[in-house]
């Protein structure tokens, strides 16, 4: 973290300022003010350290095993890797794990979409201190309307195929 970004951090006024920019949605802005005060905070002041938080939008926008919050802020990595992680372990727990009903993927899924709520605040903070640090606030910042779109087709897909499994395992029972 750079002199001038510590600087950011360190004035509430200022971050939200910097924040609005970045976020390009204002009605969020005290919602990620307040986590950035709290990982600041966190690392001693002097950089950002994860510390637990919540996210509503990034728990119900993961709960169907799609990440789209991330896709939504432009957060591109963390969402294929969340993405990729989501369907390894599906393929994973289809292949090696003996199930009686399709109860172990709802289950998969929470805890899915746990982790993707507690790690959204910090993913969009880091991310807007790092484009705080390259001086590319306005270009790394905003939100994909897209996103929202192309998360509802890939959503709409993955609870059919959810819909289709259970069904399958539940009838393919003696």
Do not use: H
Not at 25 to 47: C, D, L
Not at 55 to 75: E, H, M
Not at 130 to 147: C, F, I, P, Q
């Amino acid at each position: 973290m750079t002199e001038q970004t510590r600087a950011v951090f360190e004035n509430p006024e200022l971050l939200r300022e910097k924040l609005a920019i970045f976020l390009r949605t204002p009605e969020k802005v005290e919602i990620y003010a307040k986590a950035a005060e709290k990982f600041f905070n966190a690392g001693g002041r002097q950089k950002l350290k994860y510390t637990r938080t919540w996210s509503w939008w990034g728990f119900f926008g993961s709960l169907c095993g799609v990440p789209w919050f991330f896709l939504y802020r432009k957060i591109y990595v963390i969402f294929f890797v969340a993405l990729a992680l989501q369907i390894g372990l599906v393929i994973f727990l289809n292949i090696f794990t003996p199930r009686s009903n399709g109860a172990w993927i709802i289950g998969y899924l929470v805890a899915y979409a746990q982790l993707c709520a507690q790690l959204s605040k910090f993913t969009v903070i880091d991310r807007f201190s790092k484009a705080l640090d390259s001086d590319e606030l306005e270009n790394k910042g905003g939100v994909n309307t897209w996103g929202i779109y192309l998360a509802i087709g890939i959503t709409g897909i993955n609870v059919i195929f959810i819909i289709l499994f259970i069904y399958e395992f539940n009838n393919a029972m003696p």
